[in-house]
């Protein structure tokens, strides 16, 4: 087996996990989980993201919660920014790293931000312009990679153009989103094998959505791919506002479990990162999304 010796996470449950709550949720608590992430030694926290607020009504504190955490030295703390607007947004709560974020399926990408995938990716070209002369590193999504809820099947070959488009506009890295969680590893090894022909392997990571269940193994496919890298919600936050019936990110307990098995070590503390998605699920009332933590926590 030619696993990558070291994986990445891309910690994505303050953002991905927590835009889709429809009940209040504090900045002190906000503050707190990103806190509790970062102490737990997540080197990379998707913090919020600067968004239209009528769009994403969760997300409109991030500016607060960005003045409200202790930031780490060696901890990146990003933002999803997706226009010039929110880029500058962003700038001005300090924030050093952003992603952009295009779909695969014009569908949701009307859906999700109001515009084509073409109008999307022109959209980017002032925020990288600007970015650069900020030197804020972005980072680039597509969504849909695997299937979207409004067209279906997604081709890999349409996927590919537009992780290309984004790598060639200076996205140093471009997140592959299985939006609605119902690729299979199979899919996900073509997927990579067509996106690879165009973007290096280890410019790629996966995002995968546990719909159906299948996350863990996707992860799997894609190391199996050379992939390094992977965004996760501790306890499972989330789901998309866009997506019905989507549930949230793979669990980021149940990937550092998954890698343990492997012989891939992180600086992650599992008992510290449970700890904090269980306290976060707390505060919203809800069942804790990893089957790692839920075992533990029930003395398995
Ligand atoms: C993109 C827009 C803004 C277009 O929305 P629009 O309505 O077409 O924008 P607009 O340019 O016509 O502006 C309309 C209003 O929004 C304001 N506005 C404009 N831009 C901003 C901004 N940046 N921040 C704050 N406000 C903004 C603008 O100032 C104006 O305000 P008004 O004059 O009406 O008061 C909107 O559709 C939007 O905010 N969408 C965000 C959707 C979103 O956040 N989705 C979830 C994240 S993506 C995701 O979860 C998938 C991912 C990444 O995890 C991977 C995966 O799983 O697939």
């Given at each position: 087996m030619n696993l990558p010796k070291q994986v990445r996470l891309v910690e994505v449950g303050p953002r991905d996990g927590l835009q889709n709550e429809k009940q209040p949720i504090s900045v002190a608590d906000k503050v707190r989980l990103v806190d509790d992430l970062s102490a737990a030694g997540l080197a990379y926290i998707e913090v919020g993201s600067f968004v239209s607020p009528k769009w994403v009504p969760q997300m409109a504190g991030s500016r607060e919660v960005f003045a409200g955490i202790q930031q780490r030295p060696g901890v990146t703390y990003a933002a999803l920014t997706p226009n010039l607007k929110g880029f500058e947004a962003a700038l001005e709560a300090g924030v050093k790293e952003v992603a952009v974020f295009a779909a695969a399926s014009e569908a949701f990408s009307q859906k999700n931000i109001n515009c084509s995938i073409g109008e999307s990716l022109q959209r980017f070209l002032p925020l990288l312009d600007a970015a650069r002369q900020h030197g804020v590193r972005v980072r680039g999504y597509v969504s849909c990679?695997?299937?979207?809820?409004?067209?279906g099947f997604v081709a890999p070959e349409q996927v590919a153009r537009v992780a290309r488009d984004l790598f060639a506009m200076g996205c140093y890295e471009v997140s592959l989103g299985d939006t609605i969680g119902t690729g299979t590893a199979g899919d996900t090894r073509r997927l990579i094998e067509v996106v690879g022909r165009d973007i290096p392997r280890d410019k790629l990571a996966g995002h995968f959505h546990d719909t159906y269940g299948q996350a863990l193994a996707n992860i799997y496919a894609s190391l199996l791919e050379g992939v390094g890298v992977f965004d996760s919600s501790v306890a499972g936050l989330g789901g998309c506002p866009y997506a019905k019936g989507a549930t949230g990110n793979v669990a980021t307990e149940d990937v550092l479990y998954l890698l343990d098995g492997l012989g891939i070590a992180t600086d992650v503390d599992l008992d510290r990162l449970i700890a904090a998605g269980q306290r976060i699920c707390t505060v919203l009332g809800k069942e804790n999304g990893s089957r790692v933590a839920r075992a533990r926590l029930a003395g398995a």
């Open positions: 990679v695997l299937g979207c809820p409004y067209d």
